[in-house]
């Protein structure tokens, strides 16, 4: 498995619902970051935590980090059908190395 | 506007012919990165640029040169493109060290015949 994989692959759910998406990844990280990309476009920055942060929010956002398992999680509280996109972990790897490793994607389907 | 730009949009071209992706970022930022999008592969990382003439290769660099020679233009560069290369690539940006919040434009989609 590679650097940052979120799964499920896709979810489902009906609006007003929370929507939970898990990532996980191999190495030690400075920071995780999560993005959210509109199908085809642009990814967009949703909210990064730091390794030696455990919980993070932005409005609806909430997003977990456990550095003794390498996962995280974003939650998405009372979902919207706008919030309908493919959601994406991003990582680094700590010790000096500047390369991103993005996962492969939760698809999120929000129905009306 | 804070935004990345990069031209073109969309690209149909044959194998062999050298093709150039132009990106570039009005915010100054030090970081630059190229990635491409595959379906069920997510993003990979092509090449990146800590700052100007600093530049370093990502996870997949094979078949793609890059230079910095300004801090606003990262320009991808496909000296000799093959079908394998019919992707979508995205440019981002960021302020300062590696995984900071990255600004992506919009995408330009290769098609390799």
């Known amino acids: 498995s590679q650097q940052g994989e979120e799964d499920p692959q896709a979810l489902s759910i009906q609006e007003g619902e929370n929507a939970t998406m898990n990532c996980s990844y191999k190495?030690?990280?400075?920071?995780l970051q999560w993005y959210r990309q509109n199908s085809g476009r642009g990814l967009v920055h949703l909210i990064l935590i730091r390794s030696n942060e455990r919980e993070k929010h932005s409005g609806r956002l909430r997003v977990t980090l456990d550095t003794s398992k390498k996962s995280s999680s974003l939650l998405i509280t009372a979902s919207r059908a706008a919030d309908t996109a493919s959601y994406f972990c991003a990582t680094d790897r700590s010790g000096g190395y500047q390369k991103v490793t993005f996962g492969t994607g939760t698809k999120l389907q929000v129905i009306p | 506007e804070a935004q990345v730009t990069q031209n073109p949009r969309y690209l149909i071209t044959v194998t062999g012919k050298k093709l150039t992706v132009t990106c570039s970022q009005n915010?100054?930022?030090?970081?630059m990165s190229w990635y491409r999008q595959d379906p069920g592969l997510g993003l990979r990382q092509i090449y990146y640029s800590m700052n100007v003439e600093v530049t370093d290769k990502g996870d997949v660099p094979e078949g793609y040169k890059v230079s910095r020679k300004e801090k606003r233009n990262f320009p991808l560069i496909l000296e000799s493109p093959s079908p394998n290369q019919t992707s979508l690539y995205f440019c981002a940006s960021s302020l300062g060290r590696v995984n900071q919040p990255q600004h992506f434009g919009d995408g330009t989609r290769l098609s390799i015949l």
């Open positions: 915010m100054n930022h030090e970081y």
């Open positions: 190495t030690s990280i400075n920071n």
